[in-house]
């Protein structure tokens, strides 16, 4: 692990496995592991759902950037972000300009990421997956943003200790 880099940051859309390869890969590294959305929900005592439904998305994307740039100041940490999270201008600022952080984004083709989705126990709790026509125009507009990350792993086919292993190699 090169020493200036103290914060891995995943990125990638909905079913890219950050939530599974991101505990993984901080046990490998000794780090704490947090996923963006998971605080929010026990911060809120609200699930992501209800969020979306109380406060819109914009709502939703206002309290999940500040979050990210609560926990983005930890150090030692692998921080997992929703797959929606870089559509907010200060996000992307925040992962581009911050020193010691190495942004992952793990990849895999939209079919693919949709039938993952789908064989999860909760998928109803993911309210962008209801929103089939704009998928898949979200899918590529972020695309553009998820590339800028320091480092991409082509998830298709992996369990989730490989890409934990993958990333390991790459850092
Ligand atoms: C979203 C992805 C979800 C969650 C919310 C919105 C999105 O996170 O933040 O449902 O806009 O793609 P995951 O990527 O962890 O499923």
Redesign the pocket.
């Known amino acids: 692990m090169p020493r200036e880099i103290f914060r891995i940051v995943l990125v990638g859309?909905?079913g890219a496995g950050?939530?599974t390869a991101g505990p993984l890969l901080a046990e490998r590294l000794g780090w704490e592991f947090m996923d963006a959305?998971q605080c929010l929900a026990r911060r809120t005592g609200q699930t992501?759902a209800e969020l979306f439904e109380g406060q819109g998305e914009a709502g939703f994307r206002e309290m999940e950037a500040t979050i990210i740039a609560e926990l983005h100041e930890r150090q030692e940490v692998v921080l997992a972000l929703?797959?929606?999270a870089i559509e907010t201008d200060s996000t992307r600022r925040l992962l581009s300009e911050s020193t010691g952080t190495c942004v992952v984004f793990l990849n895999a083709p939209l079919a693919v990421l949709i039938e993952r989705c789908e064989s999860q126990p909760g998928a109803a709790v993911?309210?962008?997956l209801q929103q089939r026509e704009t998928l898949s125009e979200r899918f590529h507009s972020r695309l553009q943003h998820y590339e800028r990350a320091h480092v991409t792993i082509d998830t298709h086919g992996l369990s989730p200790e490989t890409v934990a292993d993958r990333i390991m190699d790459r850092l």
């Open positions: 859309f909905m950050k939530s959305d992501i929703g797959g929606g993911r309210p962008i």
